[in-house]
C-alpha cells in the first residue's frame, strides 16, 4: 500500500514538473514575442500612462457612460501604472482571465491558483475594451444609470457589486482620481444623451445574460471569495450610498453650497433636484463653468 502511494506522488509532481516546464515555456514565448515587437520598451510614469491611455478611456466612456477617470485609476492600480508583467507582455491591464469562449493566447502567473490563465491582447486599446465588456453584465447593471462623470458613486458601487474585495477600493480609485485630476476627462452628457445610452447599454446587457456563466467563468474557476446575488430585474434604483462628501444641508444664501473637485453644474443640479437653467438664473451664472471653492445657492 505505502509503495502504490510512493508511486502516485512520484507521477503527480513528474506531471505537475512537466505542466510548470509547459507553461513556463508558453509565457517566455509571449514574453520574447513582446520584446521583437517593442525593442526599446521604457517603463511608464503614472503621468506617462495617463497620457497614453486617457483617449480610449474617453472613447469607452462616450460609448457607455463608464467614466474615464474610473477606468484610468482601476488600469493604474491593476497593472502597476502599465508597468506589471501582464501589461507589459500581454497587454492586459485588467487582470482578465482566459474563459472557456476565449480564443486568444494565455499568460500564467499565479492568483487565485498558480497557474492562473490571463489573457494576452495584441495591444492595450484591446485590454480596455475588453474592460467595458467585462463590465456589461447584471451585476454592475445598476451602475450604468449613474451619470457618466459620477466618479465616486461608480468607485463605490463597484465594490458593493463585487469587483474587488479590498474594502478600501473606493477609497484608492478616488485618491488616484483626485490626485491625478482624472475627473476632468469625465464629461456630463444631456438627459436625452444619458436615456439613449442607457437603452443601448441595457440591451447589450440583457442579451448578455444568457452567455454570462460562459464568458465571464475563468477556465479553472477559482474559489468565490465574495458571493454578490444580482437582481432578477434591470433597470433597478441604483442603491443608497453613504457617502461623507455628499452635500445634504439645503443651499440658501446665507448657507451656500461649495463647489468640489469633479462638480459641474450638471451633477449639482441632479443632487439637489433643480435644474442648470435654474442654477444659473440664481447664481447669475452667464455659462456652465463653475470653479471649485465657488459658492452657489442652490434653493429656488
Given at each position: 500500500m505505502n509503495k502504490r502511494l510512493i508511486i502516485l506522488a512520484v507521477a503527480i509532481l513528474f506531471f505537475s514538473a512537466c505542466k510548470s516546464r509547459k507553461l513556463s515555456r508558453n509565457n517566455k514565448e509571449i514574453e520574447k514575442a513582446a520584446t521583437k515587437a517593442n525593442p526599446d520598451y521604457k517603463s511608464r510614469t503614472t503621468v506617462t500612462y495617463i497620457d497614453?491611455?486617457?483617449?480610449?478611456?474617453?472613447?469607452?466612456?462616450?460609448?457607455?457612460?463608464?467614466?474615464?477617470?474610473?477606468?484610468l485609476a482601476q488600469g493604474i492600480i491593476e497593472s502597476g501604472s502599465g508597468n506589471s508583467d501582464l501589461a507589459k507582455y500581454a497587454n492586459n491591464h485588467f487582470g482578465i482571465k482566459c474563459t472557456s469562449e476565449w480564443k486568444g493566447k494565455g499568460y500564467y502567473k499565479e492568483d487565485d491558483k498558480v497557474d492562473d490563465c490571463f489573457r494576452v491582447y495584441k495591444d492595450a486599446r484591446e485590454s480596455y475594451k475588453d474592460h467595458s465588456?467585462?463590465?456589461?453584465?447584471?451585476?454592475?447593471?445598476?451602475?450604468?444609470?449613474?451619470?457618466?462623470?459620477?466618479?465616486?458613486?461608480?468607485?463605490?458601487?463597484?465594490?458593493?457589486?463585487?469587483?474587488?474585495?479590498?474594502?478600501?477600493?473606493?477609497?484608492?480609485?478616488?485618491?488616484?482620481?483626485?490626485?491625478?485630476?482624472?475627473?476632468?476627462?469625465?464629461?456630463?452628457?444631456?438627459?436625452?444623451?444619458?436615456?439613449?445610452?442607457?437603452?443601448?447599454?441595457f440591451s447589450e446587457i440583457n442579451a448578455n445574460i444568457p452567455q454570462e456563466k460562459k464568458k465571464f467563468t475563468p477556465v479553472a474557476t477559482p474559489p468565490s471569495k465574495q458571493v454578490v446575488k444580482a437582481p432578477d430585474t434591470l433597470k433597478i434604483s441604483t442603491p443608497a450610498v453613504n457617502d461623507s462628501t455628499l452635500y445634504t444641508k439645503p443651499a440658501t444664501k446665507e448657507n451656500p453650497y461649495t463647489v468640489k473637485q469633479g462638480d459641474t453644474l450638471y451633477n449639482i443640479s441632479k443632487r439637489f433636484n433643480i435644474s442648470v437653467d435654474d442654477i444659473k438664473a440664481i447664481n447669475n451664472l452667464a455659462d456652465t463653468g463653475i470653479k471649485i471653492g465657488q459658492k452657489l445657492v442652490l434653493v429656488k
Open positions: 497614453e491611455f486617457k483617449a480610449v478611456a474617453i472613447e469607452e466612456m462616450n460609448k457607455y457612460g463608464i467614466p474615464a477617470s474610473i477606468t465588456e467585462f463590465l456589461k453584465r447584471k451585476r454592475y447593471s445598476a451602475l450604468f444609470e449613474l451619470d457618466k462623470n459620477d466618479y465616486k458613486n461608480w468607485a463605490i458601487g463597484l465594490k458593493q457589486a463585487g469587483y474587488a474585495t479590498n474594502p478600501k477600493y473606493p477609497d484608492l480609485l478616488i485618491n488616484i482620481i483626485e490626485k491625478y485630476q482624472l475627473y476632468f476627462y469625465d464629461m456630463p452628457e444631456s438627459e436625452n444623451e444619458k436615456l439613449k445610452r442607457e437603452d443601448r447599454v
